[in-house]
């Protein structure tokens, strides 16, 4: 059982930047992909960004091309989630996710352990 723990949320205005990050508790990371979901109150969860064990393949969602980036440190054992030009429809609880494959997937299903979410909230 891999338990994850995600920081970096918060309250921030519109146009701000928050950085999140991800990281195991108590183990490393194995080889495998790693991705950043949200979901807002009343709404599915959704991928917003995921990347393969290597970091040289990244996805995103349309709805956050050009905005954030997500990045992996395999030594230090953390996923990392930069969000800039924030914007009110970006607030929704962050869970990280560790992929079953070394690839990034862009379902849910393709993931197995997640962490409790962080909050990010963006006022207008």
């Known amino acids: 059982q891999v338990q994850l723990v995600e920081s970096g949320g918060g309250l921030v205005q519109a146009g701000e930047s928050l950085r999140l990050s991800c990281a195991p508790s108590g183990r490393t990371f194995s080889n495998n992909a790693m991705g950043w979901f949200r979901q807002a109150p009343g709404k599915e969860r959704e991928v917003v960004a995921a990347?393969?064990?290597?970091?040289?393949?990244?996805t995103y969602a349309d709805s956050v091309k050009g905005r954030f980036t997500i990045s992996r440190d395999n030594a230090k054992n953390t996923v990392y989630l930069q969000m800039n030009i924030l914007k009110p429809k970006d607030a929704a609880v962050y869970y990280c996710a560790q992929g079953i494959t070394m690839a990034p997937k862009p379902e849910r299903g393709g993931y197995r352990y997640w962490g409790p979410g962080t909050q990010v909230t963006v006022s207008s």
């Open positions: 990347i393969s064990w290597s970091g040289g393949i990244t």
